[in-house]
């Protein structure tokens, strides 16, 4: 039998003895788990304890059952546990006692014990220790000066928006979480970035990201996408503007955006590689999913058009392919396949840039810099591309009309 306490190593005075048949547990670390924790398993296998334990001072015990039939143990209907001898009550008892170390004083009542430190003996505790209930009140430490007490709160971690100390890092992770915002792109592009306040969460997403700007979408903080893109796919989903000219273009965040990430086109690999994993989770089906990769492979080196990929996709896919059509345009990173993707779900003639299915294009619309009249046999539909010049080469950007 093993005479020392297998969580805190000392010798074992008084032994648990428990149900599941491990004993190598000293009364007050197992009081600390139960009374402090609220784990009512053996510490040693996880196993939940639904019988109460014998508590003894009997070093010999070896099995439970066979010590409850031999000896005439009482029940204690307060703590939970069976016991032959007053002197566990009464060790026991003094777990719930603050103690001070200079003198004789007990008590139940941490305020009246902590002003008793500073009165009598000019010492002081640790409130977060206190505030944690990670220990029982008779395992109170006290610290006389305020270089002790600084140099004890180093050990506590800190959180690196404000001045909140939390006991452990699993507290400032629930601080972080409660009362400051994480920016979950810059996450998902492995840069983690806490803000204080809404307010500088936003300006950061107006200044990095693209924000929904609809009055629906700010009620509850600021609906964000990664690129212009989603942004756009969103705002036909879900605030109606399929009847519209839309302009589309394919940016993300800039490089010098994310200042952190040196290597831009590793950055756009992660971000394909994800984009892939999200779109095969979609399809579900392994063999359907990798003759779709083949298929984006393939539009990517211009060895098949976007009318072959989206006649021999929907054929794969059936059902799925409009579902998924998002996944799918993310999926290829080729900006041009992408662009004739889109023009080939509207009916769009890729090369003749005229509509190939007029069913589909009924209502005439005009562009922002011309106007064109519909003719009595047939109705066009105006795609214009602009490319941009702002000291930077920006992507290309698509008038799509009746989206």
Not at 159 to 164: A, D, E, L, Y
Not at 197 to 221: A, D, L, M, R
Not at 327 to 335: E, K, L, P, W
Request: net charge positive; glycine share 4%; aromatic share 8%.
């Amino acid at each position: 039998m093993n005479d020392n306490c297998i969580i805190c190593f000392e010798k074992i005075n008084t032994r648990v003895v428990l149900p599941c048949g491990h004993t190598s547990f000293c009364l007050s670390c197992f009081t600390t788990m139960n009374q402090c924790h609220g784990k009512r398993n053996c510490p040693f296998c996880q196993k939940e304890i639904t019988e109460d334990p014998i508590i003894t001072q009997n070093q010999n015990v070896v099995n439970y059952f066979d010590e409850l039939q031999k000896q005439q143990y009482h029940h204690d209907e307060i703590h939970h546990f069976y016991y032959n001898d007053e002197k566990v009550l009464k060790e026991q008892d003094q777990f719930n006692f603050y103690k001070c170390n200079h003198c004789n004083y007990i008590t139940k009542n941490f305020k009246k014990f902590d002003h008793h430190l500073h009165e009598k003996h000019s010492c002081v505790t640790c409130r977060i220790c206190h505030s944690s209930n990670g220990f029982l009140p008779s395992q109170t430490e006290t610290f006389h000066s305020g270089k002790e007490i600084q140099q004890h709160l180093k050990l506590h971690p800190r959180c690196p928006i404000c001045k909140f100390i939390g006991f452990d890092h699993f507290k400032i992770s629930q601080h972080m979480h409660e009362k400051h915002i994480r920016c979950d792109i810059c996450a998902n592009h492995d840069k983690i970035q806490w803000f204080a306040t809404e307010n500088e969460y936003i300006n950061h997403c107006e200044s990095n990201h693209f924000v929904c700007k609809e009055i629906s979408c700010c009620q509850h903080g600021p609906t964000v996408f990664a690129s212009h893109f989603e942004l756009q796919m969103h705002k036909i989903s879900f605030h109606n503007e399929g009847n519209k000219n839309i302009m589309i273009d394919f940016r993300e965040s800039q490089p010098a955006q994310l200042e952190e990430i040196n290597d831009y086109k590793e950055e756009h690999r992660k971000r394909m590689k994800a984009a892939w994993r999200k779109l095969s989770s979609g399809i579900g089906n392994q063999s359907h999913a990798s003759k779709v990769f083949d298929l984006i492979t393939q539009l990517n080196k211009k060895k098949i058009d976007a009318s072959s990929f989206y006649q021999k996709a929907k054929e794969t896919i059936n059902e799925k392919s409009e579902l998924l059509f998002c996944d799918i345009v993310a999926a290829i990173s080729n900006g041009n396949a992408r662009s004739d993707l889109l023009r080939v779900r509207q009916g769009l003639n890729i090369h003749q840039m005229k509509p190939q299915n007029m069913e589909m294009n009924k209502i005439p619309t005009q562009t922002k810099d011309s106007t064109l009249e519909a003719n009595n046999s047939e109705k066009k539909v105006a795609i214009q591309q602009k490319v941009t010049q702002s000291g930077k080469k920006r992507g290309k950007r698509i008038v799509i009309t009746s989206f």
